[in-house]
């Protein structure tokens, strides 16, 4: 009696142990202080948040050169963006939400959400 409850707990404790394997880990969004960067998959051994892509926002100060809503974009002759190592240049973007082109008039001084979309940067917010 005493050998069967024994295999039975380590049957049990076995079988949690490979679900959670199967599972892909855990979601660690709760464990501050744990170090998630360095964490690496036993199959690959790579990062497990290399696949993860980053969402990169950055703010910047423009003149509003032109606007065209019916193709859905605009220039602006915006100031240097330290973080994404531009200089002040005049260039075209996209406007995610047509609603934006209320507050994008030529000539007008804007502060602009900018906001990484595949390869392209994407007005997100207009200030």
């Given at each position: 009696m005493k050998i069967t409850s024994t295999v039975s707990l380590i049957l049990a404790l076995s079988a949690s142990g490979f679900?959670?394997?199967q599972s892909g880990g855990m979601d660690h969004a709760?464990?501050?202080g744990m170090p998630h960067g360095d964490m690496k998959?036993?199959?690959t051994g790579k990062n497990m948040h290399d696949d993860v892509q980053k969402v990169s926002v950055h703010q910047a100060m423009a003149v509003v050169r032109a606007v065209d809503p019916a193709k859905g974009s605009v220039t602006l002759a915006h100031e240097a963006i330290p973080d994404l190592n531009?200089?002040?240049m005049t260039m075209g973007f996209v406007v995610k939400?047509?609603?934006l082109?209320?507050?994008l008039a030529v000539g007008r001084k804007v502060t602009v959400t900018l906001t990484k979309q595949g390869s392209d940067y994407v007005v997100t917010a207009v200030q």
């Open positions: 679900a959670i394997a709760g464990m501050p998959t036993a199959e531009w200089p002040a939400d047509s609603k082109f209320d507050k």
